[in-house]
């Protein structure tokens, strides 16, 4: 007969209230963070999607229900500071020359509410991109792609 001390297993208890569903679409996308000037769009960005919870409905452009976004030197004293993300990728614009280009980045991940009607998320991720290209091209540093990434999310609260 064994002498180690035998473990009771954890009494399952049933749970006081059964877990909510609810269904969000999360948007994910990387900013080029290289430049004071890009700094300065993605601030902008970051005071959109920010002021999306203080406005009222019909005021609202996108039905926001959170976000996160890794950390970057910001706008004010952090501006020598280094972003958290580098990205690669291989620029091939050229035939037959593949360039490695090398980018600090800022992820951001956004909660939207999730519509029946799928084409209106479609139209607010269209609208996003837009004002994200718009930051860019005001602050002199045009962008020539912003990938938007979307997925379907099932919270259980």
């Given at each position: 007969m064994s002498k180690r001390k035998q473990t009771k297993s954890p009494e399952v208890r049933e749970a006081s209230l059964p877990a909510r569903l609810e269904r969000h679409v999360?948007?994910?996308?990387?900013l080029v963070a290289n430049t004071k000037e890009h700094l300065r769009a993605i601030d902008c960005v970051k005071n959109y999607l920010k002021a999306?919870?203080?406005l009222s409905e019909n005021e609202r452009e996108l039905p926001v229900t959170g976000?996160?976004?890794s950390l970057f030197p910001?706008?004010?004293q952090w501006l020598s500071g280094e972003?958290?993300?580098?990205?690669?990728?291989?620029?091939?614009?050229?035939k037959?020359?593949?360039k490695l280009v090398i980018e600090k980045t800022v992820l951001f991940l956004i909660d939207f509410l999730a519509y029946a009607e799928?084409?209106?998320?479609?139209?607010?991720?269209?609208?996003?991109?837009?004002r994200i290209?718009?930051?860019?091209?005001?602050?002199?540093?045009?962008?020539e792609e912003i990938w938007i990434v979307k997925q379907d999310i099932y919270r259980y609260a």
């Open positions: 999360r948007v994910t996308f990387f999306q919870d203080f976000f996160t976004h910001g706008f004010s972003a958290v993300f580098t990205g690669y990728w291989w620029d091939t614009r050229e037959e020359v593949k799928e084409w209106k998320t479609d139209e607010n991720i269209a609208l996003l991109k837009t290209l718009g930051y860019y091209e005001t602050f002199q540093s045009p962008q």
